[in-house]
């Protein structure tokens, strides 16, 4: 099989298969005995989008489903969510998992496609848990209907609880995707998915507009609060983001992006004292590493001392609240959600 590289270069690629992919990372595996180490990865990815043709009957709004199953190309995730402009994770065809990762056999043993694949990669990393979390559907908060938004998040968390999860032997988990665009989609979103097996908890995409602080996300919150379930916001690049337009390279926008939306969210949610206000509440940053909480720190416990006329619900300075809400603790009442907290923190 011939890969189109950078430049118009042919490369020649053997069968994609990931157990070989991760030979030397099996290496350092066994070096370094990891297998004697609990080890959680609480972002792992898969590509939903090579499954919108069993994701997209699962949508409710008949109209809706005749848009996004009549099209061509069920299979592109352009057609169905909204993409970035000059997307170009490939690195220009350098790395082949990518282009090549619908070429990758899987056994018929009556697991699902995801499920194979996320153990090949988990049992040559030495992982024993892993979180789903989606890939293009992470540009949801991007879509400009927020009733399709609602009605795309509920067809894949009907997919992941009732199709994924179930085969996966326990090893997966799931923070389901919430419409944050419309608040009583997400609640009715907990009421139905919250319960089932192998949820711990509810995602955000940051890529978006929205003040987490509004009061109409109120009821929600406290929702999963009193549930014992998490609340993840995982970030994005975005090179349609006005600041972002400043930006010539997509290494640029990629390394900005990320910690862009989580420190704007996270900022909100701090100043105005959801921590104060949801303390048993675990929140969850994604995506962005950690070198942005000190800094973050640093510049609201500048501000706040200042002016903390404008904090009225903060009953500590921003840092402590930035550590803790970064850096979830085991307090929910769930035994589910308490023991994935721990294995998350």
């Known amino acids: 099989m011939d890969l189109l590289a950078e430049r118009g270069r042919r490369v020649s690629v053997d069968e994609l298969n990931t157990s070989r992919l991760l030979a030397h990372a099996r290496k350092q595996a066994v070096r370094r005995k990891l297998d004697d180490i609990l080890i959680v990865d609480v972002d792992a990815h898969h590509y939903e989008n090579e499954h919108y043709s069993d994701i997209l009957p699962y949508m409710e709004n008949d109209v809706f489903r005749q848009w996004t199953m009549g099209g061509r190309g069920l299979t592109d995730r352009g057609s169905v969510v909204p993409t970035n402009a000059g997307f170009i994770q490939d690195m220009g065809g350098r790395v082949t998992r990518y282009p090549l990762r619908r070429s990758e056999k899987t056994e018929q043993n009556g697991k699902h496609r995801d499920v194979q694949l996320g153990e090949r990669w988990m049992d040559a990393m030495s992982v024993d848990y892993s979180c789903l979390f989606p890939t293009g559907m992470l540009n949801i908060g991007m879509h ?7 009605d795309l998040c509920w067809a894949y968390n009907r997919w992941v609880t009732e199709k994924v999860l179930p085969e996966a032997d326990g090893r997966m ?31 955000v995409t940051t890529v ?25 916001f995982h970030s994005g690049p975005n090179w349609n983001e006005p600041v972002f337009r400043a930006c010539n390279r997509f290494l640029s926008v990629h390394a900005l992006g990320f910690t862009f939306y989580n420190i704007l969210h996270c900022t909100n949610w701090v100043i105005n004292g959801m921590g104060e206000r949801f303390p048993k509440l ?64």
Request: hydrophobic share 40%; with cysteine.
């Open 282 to 345: 675990p929140v969850i940053w994604i995506e962005s590493g950690l070198a942005w909480v000190p800094f973050l720190m640093q510049r609201l416990d500048h501000e706040f001392m200042m002016r903390p006329s404008e904090a009225p619900l903060l009953k500590k300075k921003p840092p402590t609240i930035c550590a803790t809400c970064t850096i979830p603790r085991s307090r929910s009442r769930s035994r589910t959600a308490r023991r994935w907290n721990a294995r998350s923190a």
């Open 173 to 203: 988990y799931s923070m389901l995707c919430l419409p944050f665009s419309d608040p009583a989609a997400c609640v009715r979103q907990v009421e139905t998915f919250g319960s089932r097996k192998h949820v711990t908890g509810f995602m």
């Open 208 to 232: 978006r507009h929205l003040q987490v602080n509004d009061n109409a996300y109120m009821r929600l919150y406290r929702m999963l609060e009193e549930r014992g379930l998490a609340l993840a």
């Open 144 to 150: 400009p209907q927020k009733e399709m938004e609602a």
